[in-house]
């Protein structure tokens, strides 16, 4: 998810995200520097969020593996 997106959000937006995309854990990027490049700048982790609230998530399937992640990442 892009930071600019981040700032603008409320955590039911990411919970929402999250959930609607099968998935446990989304990484924040921001583009820095002189080429514009991707920096991960931080994680949002569902179960997290929803023992921070004190809330229960109901369990989804998740399908990520490493490949999948480090393609994200050099997308």
């Known amino acids: 998810i892009p930071i ?10 990411i919970v ?3 959930k ?8 924040v990027v921001d583009y820095q520097g002189p080429k514009n490049q991707k ?4 994680i949002f ?3 997290q969020i929803a023992r921070q609230l004190g809330i229960q ?3 989804y399937t ?3 593996t490493i490949a999948e992640i480090v393609r994200t990442i050099n997308k």
């Open 20 to 27: 609607n995309k099968g998935k446990h854990h989304t990484l």
């Open 16 to 18: 929402e995200t999250l």
């Open 57 to 59: 998530v109901r369990s």
């Open 4 to 13: 600019k997106s981040v700032s603008m959000s409320r955590v039911g937006d």
């Open 45 to 47: 982790s569902l179960n």
């Open 62 to 64: 998740f399908n990520d």
């Open 39 to 42: 920096t991960i700048r931080g």
